[in-house]
């Protein structure tokens, strides 16, 4: 059974860079089968999808993110990160680290943390 | 790149069959048999419903069911059951390697 979990500051101040963890356990992150993804969801909406890296190395994100989004993979912890810069309270939302596989439906997904940007 | 469009609600009695629908375009729901469904009660994280448009991932029951036709996908959930009252988003692979959800549709068991 794979399991994922995110970590990571509830609370961060606008123009500052949020930074979450996604920690998975049942499974290697390694090996390039899946696309470890980032999808956020902000209060009382619907699901937006972020991005993901693929095969260890390889990235993509939403366009309209891709100038402040990072999303890096750490084999030896079995751990992939998120990371969006300049926040704004337009960026609260809760956030969601998810495994898709290679015919694009997202099979696995953490329980979400919310980040809330305030001062 | 909008959402893909879903009802904002649709509401059934216990034991009716109801139909959510997601329309996208021929970039995204039209192009691909890559068209998935998930169920999130509130406060809790999405869980994958259907996959590659009809198919239907072990432990989920065969009351729910998922179809296309063109843009539009579609997923109908027979003998409804209080259960069933939840979110569901649809999603699908885009041209550009992107991907995109619907904008959710609420459920409701009368």
């Known amino acids: 059974q794979v399991l994922l979990q995110e970590s990571g500051p509830g609370l961060v101040k606008p123009s500052q860079t949020l930074s979450l963890t996604c920690t998975v356990s049942g499974g290697s992150i390694s090996g ?3 696309y470890w993804s980032w999808i956020r969801q902000h209060p009382g909406e619907g699901l ?3 991005g993901y890296i693929y095969n260890s190395v390889s990235t993509y994100y939403k366009p309209s993110l891709r100038s ?7 084999t030896s912890k079995n751990q992939f990160s998120l990371k969006l810069s300049s926040v ?14 290679d015919n694009m439906y997202f099979d696995y997904w953490g329980l979400g943390t919310l980040v809330t940007v305030s001062s | 790149q909008s959402a893909l469009t ?3 609600s649709v509401s059934g009695s216990p034991g009716q069959s109801i139909t959510i629908s997601c ?3 021929s970039s995204d729901v039209g192009a691909y048999n890559f068209v998935s469904w998930y169920q999130q009660h509130p406060g809790q994280a999405p869980k994958l419903m259907i996959y590659g448009v009809t198919n239907r991932p072990s432990g989920v029951s065969n009351r729910f069911s998922g179809s296309k036709s063109g843009n539009t ?6 003998g409804l059951q209080a259960d069933d009252e939840a979110d569901y988003y649809c999603s699908s692979y885009t041209t550009g390697t992107t991907r995109i959800f619907g904008g959710g549709t609420k ?3 009368l």
Not at chain 1, 68 to 74: K, M
Not at chain 1, 88 to 101: K, M, P
Not at chain 2, 73 to 78: D, E, K, Q, R
């Open chain 2, 107 to 109: 459920v409701t068991v």
């Open chain 2, 6 to 8: 879903q009802p904002a």
């Open chain 1, 88 to 101: 704004t309270a337009a960026d609260t939302a809760v956030y969601y680290c998810a495994r898709e596989n």
């Open chain 1, 48 to 50: 937006e999808w972020i």
């Open chain 1, 68 to 74: 402040r989004v990072t999303i890096s993979l750490d």
């Open chain 2, 23 to 25: 329309t996208g375009t």
């Open chain 1, 32 to 34: 390039g089968l899946y």
């Open chain 2, 73 to 78: 996908a579609s997923l109908t959930i027979s």
